[in-house]
């Protein structure tokens, strides 16, 4: 696994991380992230968009857990995938949400799948735990991403790093 | 230049339909094992489920586990049993489901090189963009001491594994 590029978001904030330029020399990338936003509640879901793309060709799926419920959400032929929660601007100060992504193959010519893990402990009532399955419908290689939060931009010290994963070769036997 | 800690050690795009896949004679020098798979299988049927086995053990009772599952409308916890003669690693797509689409799984041997604890994996899957979308985590204890040397892979129902599918194996330093 090599670091590719950190992103940390800058004074005056940020409408999103873009990771732009993907080498295409890796064969898996990986994300993991830590966020805040600025929208006036507690917490704030967090997604991303491939290549700019914002067709209505994602797909996703997430259990969810709070503390005191679960629940499982869809996205169904929408313009970005859910990956996480973000605190909000009514949480507790000084508390980022972590999640990270993994993205295999994800310079193949078949259709991305993306997982997806991201949690907001924020010292609250309520915080959120997401597992998330995504998938985009689209057989392009992934060169760029974008992160953001769905309603707001993102405060200063949030933070993303983008790593890629290059695999073996050989060492398994089929029958 | 940092160091690297996680190592490819084996890697597997199949080029033809095939009704297993097995990583044998696994390096014992690492701490824990990663195992990165995008599967679709031939059975006809919406999915198939995906079954993993440690070292030849067929018996299921030696593979227990716990599951927490959501297909986008529900939300589910259960308790697993081994099946198959391994453990359930999720239900990828297959001949019936959506065109063009594989089933995600990420799996976690913890201290798979340890000969004093049973193993734990945790896996994380997902069929999004499919016919039976679910976003997934389970945990799983195979109750052996012994390192764990081989994973063979194939599917619960007799489906084939199908060509494009890929299995990508790391090694994690400790």
Redesign the interface.
């Known amino acids: 696994?090599?670091?590719i590029e950190t992103i940390t978001v800058g004074a005056g904030g940020s409408n999103g991380i873009e990771f732009n330029n993907i080498p295409q020399t890796y064969?898996?990338l990986f994300i993991v992230h830590s966020l805040r936003s600025t929208f006036a509640a507690t917490q704030s879901l967090n997604f991303i968009r491939v290549n700019y793309n914002a067709s209505s060709i994602y797909?996703?799926?997430?259990?969810?857990g709070t503390g005191s419920t679960?629940?499982?959400?869809?996205q169904?032929n929408d313009t970005f995938?859910v990956v996480g929660v973000n605190p909000g601007a009514n949480a507790t100060a000084n508390t980022f949400g972590n999640g990270h992504i993994?993205i295999?193959?994800y310079a193949s010519a078949?259709?991305k799948?993306?997982?997806a893990?991201g949690v907001n402990e924020n010292n609250g009532t309520a915080a959120y735990q997401i597992?998330?399955?995504?998938?985009w419908?689209n057989?392009a290689a992934i060169t760029q991403i974008t992160l953001a939060d769905v309603n707001s931009p993102l405060v200063q010290y949030s933070t993303a790093s983008l790593y890629g994963?290059?695999?073996?070769?050989?060492?398994?036997?089929?029958? | 230049m940092?160091t690297?800690?996680?190592?490819?050690?084996?890697?597997?795009t199949?080029g033809s339909n095939?009704?297993?896949?097995?990583?044998?004679n696994i390096s014992q020098n690492y701490r824990d094992l990663v195992l990165?798979i995008?599967a679709r299988t031939t059975l006809a049927a919406n999915n198939e489920s995906l079954i993993t086995q440690i070292n030849g053990d067929s018996t299921n009772a030696n593979y227990t586990g716990v599951r927490?599952?959501?297909?986008?409308?529900?939300?589910s916890?259960d308790a697993t049993a081994g099946a198959g003669g391994g453990f359930d690693t999720g239900y990828m797509p297959a001949a019936s489901s959506t065109s063009?689409?594989?089933?995600?799984v990420?799996l976690n041997f913890l201290d798979y090189s340890t000969n004093d604890k049973h193993k734990t994996i945790l896996n994380?899957?997902?069929?999004?963009?499919?016919g039976t979308?679910?976003?997934?985590?389970t945990v799983v204890r195979w109750a052996s001491t012994a390192p764990i040397t081989s994973l063979k892979l194939f599917g619960g129902s007799g489906g084939n594994l199908l060509a494009?599918s890929?299995?990508?194996?790391?090694g994690v330093i400790a």
């Open positions: 696994m090599r670091l064969t898996d797909q996703n799926r997430r259990i969810e679960t629940a499982s959400w869809s169904t995938t993994y295999p193959n078949n259709y799948t993306w997982s893990e597992v998330a399955s995504c998938a419908h057989t994963i290059t695999r073996g070769s050989g060492g398994a036997t089929v029958a | 940092a690297p800690t996680m190592i490819p050690l084996a890697n597997l199949l095939q009704s297993t896949v097995t990583f044998s990165v995008t927490m599952l959501g297909s986008g409308s529900a939300a916890s063009g689409v594989f089933g995600q990420n994380r899957w997902n069929t999004a963009g499919s979308p679910y976003a997934a985590g494009g890929t299995f990508e194996l790391f």
